[in-house]
């Protein structure tokens, strides 16, 4: 068993997925605010009036039409509104975790209630005492709070009125508050996370020009603001404590060629490099690699990007890689394979794994590989933020809930970490996924369930919101006493 005893076992979840209290403490909205719920088959939607006060519905990387302004309509349900009422329930949730014996629980700060329009110059100090009361309940039990500072919520009025992160004005906004973050729990936050997943914003790779060059030249565009907004906290949270660790987020897929073919293997190699490296390989090496020309070329993008940018990069390298982990994808350059979905990413059908309810693989040998093959590049420590199966529960009448699938999920997993800690990775902490449901990104169905902690609500908001202990709580509260030692488990 080759876990450090010091290694930072727990759980994560985001802001506006596990909140609520979308209109209270004097928060803002936010866009995941006027976004419907959806399934595994049908999208979300973001709802608006038009030009001539007709409702209206896009799809999220559909344009805002011409005039019109994001808006809640009546008669649709919007899950994130109510999420899992954590704003009112952490503190019960939180003696839950410490009973699980978590040492960190990741967790966002929801911008909007920070700044509600994003352009503020003085926070919103319920916001800020809220965040420190929740540190503050955490600290009580020794947990150790792991920090993301964007989690998909950019407030409305900034997608709205700025474009969003189209606009270059954002890094100063979002620096505002990263710093109003950094000094405000001082001596209560050590680990934080810059952005979350910052690699969604790089569409897809695609062969059949499905996907318009304009989605590259936006995508791309966004995340270079990002980097530098990124590098610019990483260097103000160092000053303000030295002791922060600050981490980039990455959305870790795990790709492979689908066949031997010499194409599939190059593809797959230029997947990794625009998928997965290309976030991580500014965030932590402070310049752009060799391929991002390859492929700026490749997507006819031309990029604001200044001298005084490159240098901020270079000044603003993270201390930790952190990453999602739920499963490989193939990937082709032949047509005619089965297609699979999964977390923000598509490939061809592995017939070697298992795929869940909603279509996600799971491969927990591609966590080593990953983590292996990441270690090596960066040589940074690592935590693993996320990872879990997201599935259907039963809540029995006596109040339990069965879910021996989840288990199997997590030792499998807790395995391909032993191991690659084990081959020499740094590997420090294990967050897993909706430690407690909560509301899906994706789908923003809250059935999807990742939890060890059920909550009772559905997806329209129905239910208790009580909360109960799975068979998977009690067996992961016996993971962390016995550091992973999996024996007898
Ligand atoms: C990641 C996000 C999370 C989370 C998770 C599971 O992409 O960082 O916010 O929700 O995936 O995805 P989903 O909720 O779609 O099942």
Same mark, same amino acid.
């Given at each position: 068993? +080759? ?8 759980? +994560? ?14 928060? =803002? ?23 001539? =006060?007709? #409702?209206?519905?896009?799809?999220? !990387? ?82 150790? #709070?792991?920090?993301?500072?964007? !989690? ?76 530098? &907004? ?11 404590? #030295? ?14 060629? &689908? ?121 940074? #420590? ?30 499998? !997993?807790?395995? +391909?970490?032993?191991? +690659? ?69």
């Amino acid at each position: 068993m +080759a876990f450090p005893k010091n290694f930072l076992w727990g759980g +994560a979840t985001a802001a506006n997925q596990a909140e609520g209290a979308w209109n209270e403490g004097g928060r =803002g909205p936010a866009l995941t605010d006027v976004t419907t719920g959806g399934t595994k088959d049908t999208p979300r939607y973001i709802t608006f009036i038009d030009k001539d =006060g007709k #409702p209206g519905f896009k799809k999220k !990387h559909d344009k805002l039409p011409e005039g019109a302004k994001y808006a809640v309509l009546k008669d649709q349900y919007y899950p994130n509104h109510l999420a899992i009422d954590q704003y009112h329930r952490y503190k019960e949730d939180i003696a839950l975790f410490a009973e699980m014996g978590f040492k960190v629980y990741r967790m966002s700060i929801s911008w909007s209630r920070l700044y509600p329009k994003g352009i503020e110059e003085v926070p919103n100090q319920e916001g800020i005492e809220h965040y420190r009361d929740v540190f503050k309940e955490l600290r009580k039990y020794n947990i150790e #709070p792991l920090v993301t500072i964007w !989690h998909f919520d950019t407030p409305l009025y900034l997608e709205e009125e700025f474009d969003g992160w189209n606009n270059r004005k954002l890094i100063d906004l979002y620096v505002r508050f990263a710093e109003t973050c950094f000094r405000e729990y001082k001596g209560l936050v050590k680990y934080w996370l810059t952005f979350n997943e910052i690699n969604n914003s790089m569409p897809q790779p695609v062969r059949d020009g499905s996907t318009p060059l304009w989605r590259y030249q936006e995508g791309l565009q966004q995340l270079h603001y990002q980097f530098v &907004a990124s590098a610019k906290a990483v260097q103000i949270g160092h000053r303000i404590d #030295p002791e922060n660790m600050i981490g980039c987020m990455i959305c870790g897929i795990c790709y492979y060629p &689908a066949t031997c073919d010499p194409k599939d293997i190059l593809w797959n190699r230029h997947m990794w490099e625009e998928k997965i490296f290309y976030c991580s390989d500014v965030q932590c090496k402070g310049s752009y690699p060799t391929y991002a020309k390859r492929m700026w070329k490749k997507y006819n993008v031309n990029l604001d990007i200044t001298e005084e940018d490159l240098e901020e990069l270079k000044k603003g390298t993270v201390d930790m890689y952190t990453f999602s982990y739920y499963m490989s994808q193939n990937v082709t350059t032949h047509d005619g394979m089965e297609k699979v979905g999964g977390n923000m990413s598509s490939g061809t059908k592995n017939p070697y794994l298992q795929y869940s309810d909603w279509g996600w693989s799971t491969d927990p040998s591609g966590l080593d590989y990953y983590l292996e093959m990441i270690y090596d590049r960066y040589e940074k #420590p690592i935590m693993v933020v996320e990872n879990g199966l997201g599935a259907f529960d039963t809540l029995e009448e006596d109040g339990t809930v069965h879910d021996p699938f989840r288990i199997d999920y997590f030792r499998e !997993h807790i395995k +391909a970490m032993d191991l +690659a800690i084990e081959n020499g990775v740094d590997l420090i902490g294990y967050t897993t996924w909706g430690c407690i449901d909560v509301v899906s990104a994706g789908t923003g169905e809250i059935r999807k369930r990742y939890g060890f902690i059920y909550v009772d609500v559905d997806d329209l908001g129905n239910g208790t919101l009580n909360r109960y202990r799975k068979d998977s709580f009690y067996w992961y509260k016996k993971v962390i006493e016995n550091n992973g030692n999996l024996e007898n488990l």
